[in-house]
């Protein structure tokens, strides 16, 4: 079957944002007392905020620690931090070959879709003038199962009347290569081999797609 469909995740594969929840999940263990070493920032990447504090909390022995809504506290504080940082984000933070690969796929008449785990997707689209490339746009204010669960990815191919298996998803994280495999979908891993399985290609960024392969490559 034909590709119709290019979906996108955002932090990592489209702009560079991946640092700044870092960097916001750093300062919050610091303050919590333990430090939060790069390494381990892979386990955030793709899940949701309250997923991603256990995850936190995990690493520096204080899991259990806190009530529901002290979690939430955290979580907010966190936040707080990354629209900080997000509020000043510059089009100079697209990642390489972003914007013409949007282009490009709909040039080939496929239709183009936003698939992020993210409540921040809106302001970020915004800051970056990116929304009005895409056909569809799914983010964590619409769904309800973070990744690995293919809700997302689905919704995406459900608003524009798509069948899962013509979608291509472009993911740096590997709770979205899976959430992708799991809802039916091709995938194209952003990222190193040695990090990330399960793909049906890999590319360093999306600067080293080229469309129209990809398109006669994934029949
Ligand atoms: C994903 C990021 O895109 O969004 C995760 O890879 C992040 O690191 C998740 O936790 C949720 O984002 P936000 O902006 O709603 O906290
Ligand atoms: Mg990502």
Not at 178 to 191: F, I, L, P, Q, Y
């Amino acid at each position: 079957m034909m590709l119709r469909v290019a979906i996108f995740d955002l932090d990592g594969v489209l702009v560079d944002t991946a640092k700044y929840h870092y960097l916001a999940w750093k300062q919050l263990a610091s303050e919590l007392g333990f430090d939060f070493p790069l390494a381990e920032n892979e386990k955030l990447k793709g899940v949701s905020r309250m997923r991603s504090l256990e995850i936190l909390l995990r690493t520096g022995r204080m899991e259990g620690r806190f009530t529901a809504s002290e979690m939430a506290g955290l979580a907010d504080r966190k936040n707080e931090r990354y629209v900080e940082y997000i509020k000043k984000l510059g089009k100079d933070e697209i990642l390489p070959g972003a914007r013409d690969c949007l282009l490009r796929f709909r040039e080939l008449g496929l239709k183009t879709a936003l698939g992020s785990a993210s409540k921040n997707a809106g302001v970020i689209l915004d800051r970056l003038e990116l929304g009005s490339l895409f056909d569809s746009i799914v983010d964590g204010t619409r769904t309800s199962r973070a990744k690995p669960d293919p809700e997302v990815f689905l919704l995406a191919a459900r608003d524009l009347g798509a069948d899962p298996a013509v979608c291509v998803v472009f993911e740096d994280a590997q709770a979205g290569l899976d959430a992708a495999k799991a809802g039916g979908m091709r995938t194209v891993a952003v990222g190193q081999p040695g990090d990330l399985t399960g793909y049906d290609a890999i590319v360093d960024g999306l600067h080293e797609v080229d469309p129209e392969d990809l398109v006669r490559r994934f029949v």
